[in-house]
């Protein structure tokens, strides 16, 4: 079983800057693959962006992509998201998720485990 622990976020005007963790428990962090997905009020559950396992790569989603980063440090078993430029169509509630495998997928079932969420606002 992992755990995953979300921290940062906030309110932040048009343009602006926010930062995102999550920690994750379990002694195998290094393979899992780590996602970032986003859900605003009265809108599905969408991909953000992902990291892989094995090579460090990351696949974004084309409205995130040049805007957000997503990276991880495997000796604190912590995914991050950098997220610059930030829109108000941004805001959502962003969900830290993994999965002990390397995956490419952008879809919430490729995922076993998730965060609680932490919210994110972007006043216009």
């Known amino acids: 079983q992992v755990q995953l622990v979300e921290s940062g976020g906030g309110l932040v005007q048009a343009g602006g800057s926010l930062s995102l963790s999550c920690a994750a428990s379990?002694?195998?962090?290094?393979?899992?693959?780590m996602g970032w997905f986003r859900q605003a009020p009265g809108k599905e559950r969408e991909f953000v962006a992902s990291v892989r396992s094995s090579t460090g790569g990351t696949t974004y989603a084309d409205s995130v992509k040049g805007r957000f980063t997503i990276s991880r440090d495997n000796a604190k078993s912590t995914a991050y998201l950098q997220m610059n430029s930030l829109r108000p169509e941004d805001t959502a509630v962003y969900y830290c998720?993994?999965?002990?495998?390397?995956?490419?997928?952008?879809?919430?079932?490729?995922?076993?485990?998730w965060g609680q969420g932490a919210q994110v606002t972007v006043s216009a």
């Open positions: 379990g002694r195998t962090f290094e393979r899992y693959t």
């Open positions: 998720a993994t999965t002990p495998r390397v995956t490419f997928a952008t879809t919430q079932d490729a995922y076993l485990y």
